[in-house]
């Protein structure tokens, strides 16, 4: 597929997913979603073409029960999603975690082909009910603020990569990720939480960050891990070995498995019975544990942050923000005495893993254009043509604002700090009055606790994110920040009164 087609496919998606964003009709959002979702699905055909479809585009007979199986599937889940609402949660929190490696363009990708599946369903789904629906009515006044920030970052993405030195990679990230998770977000948004909803899928999210701890300790145990011959080969090298668990790479694993530790927090500190704290103590020990193994310093950064700000909500400010330096002290102080000092790139380079060649290349590219950017989904390319490297041997920036203040410039960074602004509106707007940390009087108990509840666990949950992007990007490319956000609007979006 030609660059120029590309461009063309990217920007449609982009454009339609970030209208359904901004419109507020059902009818109108749920018809750009699946258009949406199928102009991406064209994109990822022409970017698979010479990949994993150059073997079963030669066989028509292949291809032919390839679609019949997946229209069907597609069809089963649909189905399913409208005759018990409390499957689409249920199944797309459970779908949040897993990629499998699929072979794109030479290089090896990791798709999160079962949240596609499920994000496609409930896509067609929302569709088929709004078509059907006598009163189509708005798609959701409580998130409007963040569905219009989302929508627009989304389209300006899309119109940036107009000047893009790297236009198949701008088309990897609105294919793969944008497209999918705007229709994630925009589909849990929709979801009515009540209590059982929510207890069952932390339950899920429990179980699984339990197996994944387990699979990692297992091969720490015995020194091997599934794939990714990049870290297996750092593992022969290193004096430590890092665990990878059920995914590819264990800075990925380690964002996800810290979430769900400071999910788990989140609950132990409204326990009030001792001998359930206790297990609920243990069971998160195991996950710290797991965690440990991950060898991940941006997860362990961010895990102290999100802790930091989910004591101040619930305990009290002044002490967070005393032990804030400290913490950051520890920290610095753990990272460079664990790095190798015999590494020729020096302490800062080796403490960091060499990041901060990328950083500081990042800030090179920015300055050079400062409005604009090199346009998106450059950065890997600039920055290997700007120094002198083989597009292999270097990658994003590792810092979220740094990879959009080069690919996106000013323009793009004002989105990314609308975006994250909103966020925290959303998030920690009315919690004065009622969080125990900052002075106010939870309720007392029924639906107006468990919202207070969840909106402090996913403050802190969206913080942990955020210092986790910091260290190793991955914003919007990272569904779980799609689905926080998403079940910020529609959490933020509720009343908490005590009534």
Known sequence: MSDSLELALLIVSGLLVGGGLLAADRRLRWGSMLLA?????????????????ADLRESTARLAILAVVGLALLGALAWLFRRHVIALPLLLVAALPFRI???????????????????????????????????????????????????AAVILYALQAIWSVDIPSAAQVV??????????????????????????????????????AAIA?????????????????????????????????PNIYGRYLAL??????????????????????????????????????????????GLLVLVALRYDLRWAVVAAPLAVLAILAAVFLGA???????????????????????????????VAGWGSGSFSRAFAEREGLDLDQTSVSHNEAITIAAEQGA?????????????????????????PGLGGTPPTGGKPLLTLQARMGLSAGFCLLFAHTMGYAGFLTDPLTWALLALAAAFGGRSLDRG
Request: with cysteine; glycine share 8%.
């Open 101 to 151: 490696p699929v072979e794109l363009g030479g290089d090896t990708s990791n798709l999160l082909i079962p949240l596609y599946l499920v994000i496609a369903s409930a896509v067609i789904a929302a569709f088929w009910d709004s078509v059907n629906s006598r009163k189509p009515g708005p798609a959701g006044l409580s998130s409007r603020p963040l569905d219009l920030v989302l929508g």
């Open 340 to 370: 190798d000092r015999d590494d020729s790139r020096g302490a800062a380079a080796a403490a960091t893993s060499g990041r901060t060649s990328l950083v500081s290349g990042g800030l090179a590219l920015a300055v050079d254009r400062p």
């Open 175 to 212: 294919a793969f990720f944008l497209v999918p998770f705007a229709a994630l977000y925009a589909s849990l948004v929709g979801i009515e939480w009540r209590r059982e909803v929510v207890m069952k899928c932390l339950l899920i999210v429990a179980v699984q960050a339990v197996l994944f």
């Open 37 to 53: 979702l199928l102009f991406a699905f064209v994109l990822i055909c022409g970017l698979a073409w010479d990949g994993p479809l």
């Open 217 to 249: 300790i297992v091969q720490t145990a015995i020194g091997e891990i599934f794939w990714n011959p990049a870290l297996i080969a750092s593992n022969d090298f290193h004096l430590y070995f890092r665990a990878n668990s059920l995914f590819w790479d």
């Open 411 to 435: 323009l793009g960074l004002a989105a990314y700090a609308l975006v994250l602004l909103t966020a925290l509106w959303t998030l920690f707007g009315g919690l004065r009055s009622l969080a």
């Open 260 to 305: 769900a530790l400071l999910l788990g927090v989140s609950c132990l500190v409204w326990i009030g019975d001792r001998r359930r704290s206790i297990l609920f103590s243990l069971g998160l020990a195991f996950l710290w544990v797991g965690l440990l193994f991950a060898w991940s310093q941006s997860s362990f950064i961010s895990l102290v942050v």
